[in-house]
C-alpha cells in the first residue's frame, strides 16, 4: 500500500538558515510526488511537484526537491529561510492514472526563530 | 480568479447532532475532493467526484456521512449524527483534470462536543 512518512513533527530553525525536511515514501511504481504548505487557518498551496524527468524540481517561494528513487526520499530544501516560512509542510504521493487520489504524510511543522 | 470558495468557516455540534458543509470549486474544474483532516494527521480523501460522479468513496464512512455535486458545480458533504472523532477540519480541494494540480480551500473547522 502507498503511504508517505515524514519523520520529523516539528523542526526549528534560524530565520537565513538553510532548511531540509524530510520525506519517504513507499509505492511500486514511478509516484507522483507532491509537497505542500499549509499556514494557519489556511488551506494547502501546492509548493512543487515531481512527475518525471529532472529529478531536482523547482518550486514557489524559493524551495526545491529532490527526488531519489534508491532512497525512495523526496526531501524538500531552501538554502536561506524566511520568517515567513513558518507553517506546515505536507509530503504526499499520488496515484495518477484515472485519479488524482493523494496519499499524505503527517506534516512537519516549521519554526522560524529571529 | 476566484479560489475554492468553503462554509461555514467553523462549526460547533453536540454528537449526535447534524452538519453540513459546502464547497464552490474554482470554476470549470471538473474534478472535486472532500478530504478530513484530523488534528496531527495530514488530510484523508474522504471522496472525489469527477462532474457530479463518483470517482473513490472508500474511505468515506457511508453510514454516517453523505456528499453530493448536484450539476457537477457545488458539493454538500454532511454528517449525520455526528461523532467526537469526526472533530477535523474538512478541506475541499478542485482541479481541472484528474491529474491536474489540486486547490484548496481555506477548509471548514468541526468540533464536535
Known amino acids: 500500500a502507498q503511504s508517505v512518512t515524514q519523520p520529523d513533527i516539528h523542526i526549528t530553525v534560524s530565520e537565513g538558515a538553510s532548511l531540509e525536511l524530510r520525506c519517504n515514501y513507499s509505492y511500486g511504481a514511478t509516484p507522483y510526488l507532491f509537497w505542500y504548505v499549509q499556514s494557519p487557518g489556511q488551506g494547502l498551496q501546492l509548493l512543487l511537484k515531481y512527475f518525471s524527468g529532472d529529478t531536482l524540481v523547482q518550486g514557489i517561494k524559493g524551495f526545491e526537491a529532490e527526488f531519489k528513487r534508491s532512497q525512495s526520499s523526496f526531501n524538500l530544501r531552501k538554502p536561506s529561510v524566511h520568517w515567513s516560512d513558518a507553517a506546515e509542510y505536507f509530503c504526499a504521493v499520488g496515484a495518477g492514472g484515472a485519479t488524482n487520489k493523494l496519499i499524505f504524510g503527517t506534516g512537519t511543522l516549521l519554526a522560524v526563530q529571529p | 480568479e476566484a479560489g475554492v470558495a468553503q462554509s461555514p468557516r467553523y462549526k460547533i455540534i453536540e454528537k449526535r447532532q447534524s452538519v453540513a458543509f459546502w464547497c464552490n470549486p474554482i470554476?470549470?474544474?471538473?474534478?472535486l475532493y472532500w478530504y478530513q483532516q484530523i488534528l496531527g494527521q495530514g488530510p484523508k480523501l474522504l471522496i472525489q467526484f469527477q462532474n457530479n460522479g463518483v470517482v473513490d468513496d472508500s474511505q468515506l464512512p457511508k453510514d454516517r456521512f453523505s456528499a453530493e455535486r448536484l450539476k457537477g458545480v457545488d458539493s454538500t458533504l454532511k454528517i449525520q449524527p455526528a461523532k467526537l472523532e469526526d472533530s477535523a477540519v474538512y478541506l475541499c480541494?478542485?482541479?481541472?483534470?484528474?491529474?491536474?494540480?489540486?486547490?484548496f480551500g481555506e477548509g471548514s473547522r468541526l468540533t464536535v462536543l
Open positions: 470554476s470549470g474544474h471538473a474534478t
Open positions: 480541494a478542485s482541479s481541472l483534470l484528474t491529474t491536474g494540480e489540486l486547490f
